[in-house]
């Protein structure tokens, strides 16, 4: 049904026109279903890029910027790629259904955005022709709608449109002729007035309900000349996606020139290179001729001289994740070829990852942790210039998270922790106001691509001394991680965690939460001042085993902010003018060296031991670690039975967690519930910071 080859189409002779062009995207396209059926039929992709691409980028440059896309099934796959437009120098709006309205509904429905004259384009059609021919004769006929016509070969499976000497409609026959006729191409220009032949809120169809009313009032048509395809059927999607990639390829005997004409012709910044029998031979990108003109400045060489002559190809039929995987920051296209080395088709991973990626919803758990000695001495004012040493294990308690990519710049946080939703409009504009501070410094450092929506909360409330700041910006990170091609390692994304919270805002405090979460596990952390390391504990399960039924959290009552016992903490350890401090900080280093290895050795009493002395030297680190409460209720604890225990975090609130023989727990427990205090199993964890993408 092409009415001329792609790469020429028809020129605009017009220059720019001054309309804006709606372009019905919303229909669910079940023609197209067995073919492509992950994202909605106008980004069923194309010679790389989503079909609906080149209709856009062929009204910018015949002059046409302002674009309203009707939308509806899967409208979140279409806004999200396109967003407003401004990257492609075009303005872009959505009218949204929530129900199918058909083709009239649809544009009735977008009637607010439109202002004079305006053009409508089917989308599931590629109309690679002059608008400004079908608008001159449109204001010429001083028409209120006027219809794009193509000339085919065999009207039958379409249906004919008639009109006089004039251009004016006659009638419509619906598939009901045969031979050559002219058919309705999807293309159509209309007054305002059009509206009101359109009732509100109804399903109707432009072809069967508005265009047959019209015949008697004068409805005209014109010709259009150029490149025309209705890719809603499996063939036509099959044939377009022949004519695109035949559009990009080029003779082995092109010149230079010849390949800069190509790209300018196509807009797609790659031309292919083929022998006579259409084999591919190399690919050569705009940016390899802009850097061989500026060394030879000769465009008449061959193009053999300039392309990548061994490209990375893929067979036609590879699944996608596996082309998925062949991309990299150096290779950015994937030509696909069959057996014989004859170019099918092509994969651009700009465009066609995206488009296919915006039908994810991203998610994030990122684990809390129990820090069992250590803490302090992995502050970098202390292990600068004493070394530090931290033993941990992250837990079954998570902080969790859903991030889904918006059409726009904007980031929009909803904390439900916080019960607090807030807007920023561009990551390069965020303002720390003490409201989720942490999480938008991490956003900020990450420098998204994108606009989203970022859902977060945590199995334990805020300040608990588990280390759930660290774990929740272990959760944002992580998701935006996600979205990028160059993905950062676990020990970049802890670096980004600690340089969010203690550079970007300022909180004082340590190392070991940022790796602990995202790393998962058992750790014993080395802190030095050239390196961080990480040293994962390989414990017999029955060890591990005997550990958790030993162990068990009594929650205190009230959460705190660390902030203030930390920098009195930092404080003293820069001027190391209190001996009692540092000499506290030098003992709890030796006590995790020998918790570390009790726990290889399953020497549980040794262990618990140890557990109550780190917590005895840790108190004398700041008066603000423990009150009389939290000194109350860890004396019950160790009165029933427990051997020690530790105030989890900096101090000041949060959980206590008590290692206590386990035929004493039950009694340690009942007593701590009759003074009012929360008892939490827990369980180990041992995956850390985990991503996963789910279709939506």
């Known amino acids: 049904m092409a009415a001329k080859s792609i790469g020429k189409g028809a020129g605009n002779h017009h220059g720019g026109i001054t309309m804006k062009a709606f372009i019905l995207a919303g229909g669910l396209g079940t023609r197209l279903r067995e073919v492509v059926a992950d994202v909605p039929k106008p980004m069923a992709p194309v010679g790389g890029k989503p079909f609906l691409d080149y209709q856009i980028r062929w009204l910018k440059k015949s002059g046409i910027n302002d674009i309203v896309l009707c939308v509806g099934h899967m409208k979140e796959v279409i806004k999200t790629y396109f967003g407003d437009g401004k990257h492609l120098g075009m303005s872009i709006v959505y009218s949204e259904e929530e129900d199918l309205l058909g083709t009239a509904g649809a544009i009735k429905l977008a009637e607010r955005f439109a202002d004079g004259t305006f053009l409508v384009l089917n989308g599931d059609t590629y109309a690679k022709v002059d608008f400004g021919k079908i608008l001159a004769a449109h204001k010429a006929n001083k028409s209120l709608a006027t219809i794009g016509l193509v000339k085919v070969k065999d009207v039958s499976a379409s249906g004919e449109v008639r009109t006089d000497a004039k251009g004016r409609v006659t009638s419509f026959c619906e598939k009901s002729g045969q031979g050559t006729g002219f058919i309705n191409a999807g293309v159509y220009v209309f007054e305002p007035g059009i509206f009101d032949r359109i009732k509100p809120g109804m399903k109707l169809s432009l072809e069967k309900d508005i265009f047959p009313e019209l015949v008697d009032e004068g409805l005209f048509a014109q010709v259009m000349d150029g490149y025309f395809i209705d890719m809603g059927l499996p063939d036509s999607y ?113 465009d066609l990852i995206a488009a296919r990626d915006e039908s994810l919803t991203i998610r994030a758990k990122s684990p809390l942790r129990i820090s069992f000695t250590g803490g302090g001495t992995d502050i970098s004012q202390y292990f600068k210039r004493n070394g530090g040493y931290v033993l941990s294990s992250s837990i079954n308690k998570y902080c969790r998270g859903t991030l889904k990519k918006r059409a726009d710049r904007k980031i929009v946080i909803h904390s439900f922790d916080f019960g607090i939703t807030e807007t920023i409009e561009d990551y390069s504009r965020i303002e720390f106001n003490g409201t989720l501070d942490l999480i938008k410094a991490v956003i900020k450092i990450m420098e998204p691509s994108s606009g989203f929506d970022i859902y977060l909360e945590s199995d334990v409330p805020p300040g608990t001394g588990l280390g759930s700041s660290a774990s929740i910006a272990s959760v944002v990170a992580g998701l935006l991680n996600h979205t990028k091609e160059d993905k950062m390692d676990d020990y970049q994304i802890a670096e980004i965690i600690y340089k969010a919270e203690r550079e970007e805002i300022g909180i004082s405090g340590g190392w070991q939460d940022q790796y602990a979460t995202v790393f998962g596990g058992f750790n014993f952390m080395e802190f030095t001042n050239k390196d961080i390391i990480l040293h994962p504990l390989r414990i017999h399960e029955d060890i591990l085993n005997e550990l958790r039924s030993h162990l068990f959290l009594c929650y205190t009552g009230k959460t705190r902010d660390s902030g203030e016992i930390q920098d009195r903490l930092v404080k003293k350890q820069k001027e190391r003018k209190d001996n009692t401090v540092m000499m506290a900080l030098a003992r709890l280093k030796e006590i995790t060296l020998e918790s570390k290895k009790a726990l290889l050795r399953g020497n549980m009493e040794e262990f618990g031991k140890l557990l109550h002395e780190g917590w005895e030297n840790k108190k004398r680190c700041d008066e603000g670690i423990a009150d009389s409460y939290i000194n109350y209720l860890y004396d019950i604890g160790i009165k029933n039975g427990a051997i020690g225990g530790k105030l989890l975090g900096a101090g000041g609130g949060g959980y206590l967690l008590f290692f206590c023989p386990p035929l004493k727990k039950m009694a340690t427990i009942e007593a701590l519930k009759k003074a009012d205090a929360e008892v939490m199993d827990f369980d180990f964890d041992d995956k850390g910071l985990i991503t996963w993408a789910a279709r939506r």
């Open 238 to 350: 099959k044939q377009l996606q022949r004519d695109i990639v035949e559009s990009m390829s080029i003779p082995e005997g092109a010149t230079v020139k010849d390949a800069m004409i190509n790209i300018n012709t196509t807009t797609l910044g790659i031309a292919l290179v083929v022998d006579k029998g259409k084999r591919l031979l190399g690919l050569v990108t705009d940016g390899d001729i802009r850097r061989f003109i500026i060394q030879e400045e000769d465009v008449h060489q061959p193009i053999t001289k300039v392309m990548i002559k061994k490209p990375v190809t893929a067979l036609v039929g590879t699944p996608f994740e596996e082309i998925r995987r062949l991309i990299n920051p150096r290779i950015q296209h994937i030509p696909l070829i069959d057996e014989k080395g004859v170019l099918r088709d092509i994969v651009m991973s700009q």
